[in-house]
C-alpha cells in the first residue's frame, strides 16, 4: 500500500460513524449488510449513510452490489489488510512484538472469611 492510500484509508476512518459502519461491515463478513440493516442496527438516517458509504468506497475500505431492489455493502479486506500491513511493516525492528507469557499463573483472590 502507497502512503497516500493509508491516508486516504485512515481519514475516511476517522469519523465516529464511518468507523462503526466499517467495524459493522467486517464483523458481517464477506457477505455484507443491506443499507437498511446498517442503518437499524447503527441508528442513522439513510441520507446519511449514503454520505458515509460514498466516503468508504472511495478509500476502497468497502464495496457495494445490488441485488434486486437492496444495496449490499461489505467490507474490502484485501484493503483492510493491507493497511494494517502498511502500519505495522516496520514494527519492532523485525523482532517479535508480542509479549513475552509468563511462566507464574495468575493470583487467585481469597475472599475475607466471613
Known amino acids: 500500500m502507497e502512503k497516500t492510500d ?21 464483523r458481517s463478513g464477506p457477505e455484507g449488510l443491506t443499507a437498511g440493516a446498517i442503518a ?15 466516503r468508504l468506497r472511495m478509500a476502497g ?12 455493502y461489505a467490507a474490502r479486506f484485501e484493503t483492510m489488510n493491507s493497511l494494517v500491513g502498511f502500519l505495522t511493516e516496520n514494527c519492532c525492528g523485525g523482532v517479535s512484538c508480542a509479549p513475552a507469557s509468563s511462566s507464574k499463573p495468575a493470583r487467585k483472590r481469597n475472599k475475607a472469611p466471613a
Open 6 to 26: 493509508a491516508v486516504t484509508a485512515l481519514a475516511a476512518l476517522a469519523q465516529d460513524n464511518r468507523l462503526d459502519v466499517f467495524r459493522l461491515l467486517v
Open 40 to 54: 437499524d442496527a447503527l441508528d442513522l438516517a439513510p441520507n446519511t449513510l449514503t454520505f458515509h458509504f460514498d
Open 61 to 72: 475500505l468497502a464495496t457495494v452490489r445490488r441485488e434486486g431492489r437492496s444495496m449490499i
